[in-house]
């Protein structure tokens, strides 16, 4: 069956994410928009992947436990795990390799932790921005090690994207996957990256407001509705 997915949304944990974005009002909007599964990928962490897997089974959407990792060239990456067992222990790795600086929450906003009735019981002190000390040539192998899978997000910007920072995906990296901010230019990325025609592409809206949560467009084939599943889509050479 096709299902409508967004996997790359952030949480009020994000420091450049809204306060709006809590749990329910995440999984609720993804419900409005007619999406069967997104997942949460907020910056170099996990901690608000309970809460909203929790309101997601509330709301009848599938949530997927993940992160957007920053790496040590500055390149975002989103990182999907089949539960959040795994997911918390991918999240305690890269906690204890990045760097720490204290935020500022005057200028990147507060990083705040959620319950699944939208109510703040913590908040991350270090600012969870900067790049980790984790190498995008190490970050597909490191996460499949935690159940996951990694790959590039938003190739098509021009910052913070694998192919703003190094020009080219090296397939030693081992990605077979790839995601895009915008679906239309995928041909003119193909003839000038012939290595994406043998990746699969996702397309999610690299959510941090709620009016930025995009209507059902997207699908995915998978014979079961499970985080495990989509997984294996993604990590599927086409």
Not at 29 to 37: P, R
Not at 89 to 111: A, C
Not at 139 to 154: D, N, S
């Amino acid at each position: 069956m096709k299902y409508y997915y967004d996997l790359h949304l952030h949480s009020c944990l994000s420091p450049c994410g809204d306060m709006d974005m809590t749990p329910n009002n995440i999984t609720g909007m993804a419900k409005l928009l007619g999406l069967d599964v997104i997942a949460l990928t907020d910056h170099n962490t996990c901690l608000n992947c309970e809460a909203t897997i929790r309101a997601g089974k509330e709301n009848g959407v599938l949530v997927i436990p993940g992160m957007e990792l920053t790496t040590s060239e500055d390149i975002h990456a989103v990182c999907l795990f089949p539960d959040l067992e795994h997911a918390l222990g991918w999240n305690d790795y890269v906690d204890s390799h990045r760097i720490k600086v204290k935020n500022k929450p005057d200028i990147y906003g507060r990083q705040v932790i959620m319950n699944d009735r939208d109510e703040e019981v913590g908040e991350i002190e270090h600012l969870l921005l900067p790049a980790t000390f984790i190498g995008i040539s190490d970050a597909y192998r490191l996460a499949k090690q935690f159940g996951g899978i990694c790959y590039p997000a938003h190739i098509d910007r021009d910052s913070l994207s694998i192919l703003s920072v190094l020009g080219e995906i090296d397939p030693y990296c081992g990605f077979v996957t790839a995601e895009l901010a915008d679906s239309s230019k995928l041909e003119e990325l193909r003839q000038r990256h012939p290595i994406l025609n043998s990746m699969n592409i996702v397309t999610s809206s690299d959510a941090h407001y709620l009016e930025n949560m995009r209507d059902a467009a997207n699908t995915l084939e998978l014979e079961r509705l499970d985080a495990q599943s989509v997984i294996e889509a993604l990590d599927k050479i086409p």
